[in-house]
């Protein structure tokens, strides 16, 4: 018999594959379960800041996103520049160009 690695039957390979994927998923059901454990403490600390806001007025706009709505955005409305301030902005940077291309030619 030659010496060296002895080789590993089909069988044995599968049982320690078979094995590793039960220590995977023994390891995945742990995270799963502290996940949903998280979500469920996060979840009650969110209904509490909402009751204390609920119970006084805020202070400024409450801009919050909630679980349930993953793309609830607060959007500014958009403000809008007079004619006199367009103008005004404009003759500004006619001025502010001009030095510039005083000063480089």
């Not at 078979?18 to 996940?35: S, V, Y």
């Not at 996060?42 to 509490?48: H, M, S, T």
């Amino acid at each position: 018999m030659p010496r060296g690695r002895t080789r590993k039957s089909s069988d044995t390979v599968l049982v320690k594959s078979a094995e590793m994927i039960g220590w995977a998923l023994g390891g995945l059901e742990r995270e799963i379960a502290l996940t949903k454990e998280r979500l469920v403490a996060l979840n009650a600390q969110a209904a509490k800041l909402r009751a204390r806001i609920g119970s006084r007025p805020a202070a400024g706009p409450v801009a919050a996103a909630t679980f349930h709505e993953p793309n609830a955005t607060r959007q500014r409305p958009r403000r809008r520049l007079s004619a006199e301030g367009r103008r005004r902005i404009s003759e500004a940077m006619k001025k502010r160009w001009a030095e510039h291309r005083k000063k480089k030619g």
